[in-house]
């Protein structure tokens, strides 16, 4: 196919994405002030272009203004960002503040450095955030960051838990808002190639090869390759939650629940799927086999969905 016409189809995917998301759990609304927070990656490069797509042709006025946190990492170009979004005509403030001495010296060697470095830059990114009066930030997580939150949070946190689309920030006075939800990484890693963003690498969590997170990352990568559609099931399920199959009596009142006398849709079929109709030659072989007296099959011969992956 036409390479200018891929490129295109994936620029359309992306504002349809980041817009659905928008519209679905209402993240920007008239006269808002967006701090779209800017790291130097591919994801808040991209989170930045596509809102800047959607707000030219928005029916509701909202404006943007972009930060970047420099925490004083050795040898990060600090010339990168400010030149690109001058460039770019976009409203921006760098805040400058050293949490990578910090990090260095209270974490020990060898241990993992994400959690402090982005309790640190989370601080700092609210304060600023009502410095500027911005009436929401903008974090640039993906679908595939939600879902490995999700994964982390079971396997090391015991909690059912993933990273929402939208909340109230941990102190109260902000609203957090995730625009690419939505978004596939594989999308903005090739959008990042074609746009050639000036990506700058995290020497902090980037140099460190065995965190949780990426080893999650990449067992969600192997199952996408092996088996088509599960990343997309995975995610959907997020939004379809049937709180009287799982097992948090806070959240189901277990205790007081009785019989009613009356059928339910989900009733006990917790792990049930659609049946799948056979072809017609397969069935008429099947029912003919088994069509014999003693045997009871129906005319209509199913076979599940396939639950072996």
């Known amino acids: 196919m036409n390479e200018a016409l891929e490129n295109h189809k994936l620029e359309k995917r992306l504002c349809r994405e980041v817009g659905r998301a928008i519209v679905d759990y209402n993240m920007i609304e008239e006269g808002d002030r967006v701090m779209v927070c800017l790291s130097g990656g591919k994801d808040s490069y991209g ?24 925490q004083k990492q050795p040898g990060f170009p600090a010339d990168v960002l400010p030149a690109y979004l001058t460039k770019l005509g976009v409203k921006f403030h760098i805040e400058n503040q050293d949490t990578y001495s910090i990090v260095k010296r209270v974490i020990p060697e060898g241990k993992t450095l994400c959690s402090l470095c982005s309790r640190l830059r989370r601080g700092i990114l609210y304060r600023v955030a009502g410095e500027l009066g911005a009436t929401k930030i903008a974090l640039g997580h993906h679908r595939d960051d939600i879902l490995q939150t999700l994964l982390l949070n079971m396997f090391f946190g015991a909690k059912l838990k993933g990273m929402p689309a939208k909340l109230v920030s941990d102190d109260g006075q902000h609203v957090v808002i995730r625009p690419m939800a939505y978004v596939a990484e594989k999308d903005l890693t090739r959008w990042a190639e074609l746009r050639q963003f000036p990506i700058i690498p995290c020497t902090l969590c980037g140099s460190q090869e065995n965190l949780q997170r990426k080893q999650v990352g990449n067992m969600l990568k192997e199952w996408e390759s092996k088996f088509p559609g599960r990343i997309e099931n995975m995610f959907s399920a997020l939004q379809n939650v049937v709180p009287s199959h799982l097992m948090d009596t806070q959240l189901f009142p277990f205790q007081t629940i009785r019989a009613t006398g009356e059928a339910s849709e989900d009733g006990d079929k917790a792990f049930d799927f659609e049946p799948l109709p056979l072809p017609a030659s397969e069935a008429a072989s099947i029912t003919s086999h088994f069509d014999e007296p003693g045997n009871a099959l129906p005319r209509k011969a199913v076979i599940p969905i396939s639950t072996a992956h």
């Open 47 to 70: 989170m930045l272009d596509i809102l800047q797509k959607l707000q030219a042709r928005a029916p509701i006025d909202f404006e943007l203004i972009v930060v970047n946190l420099d």
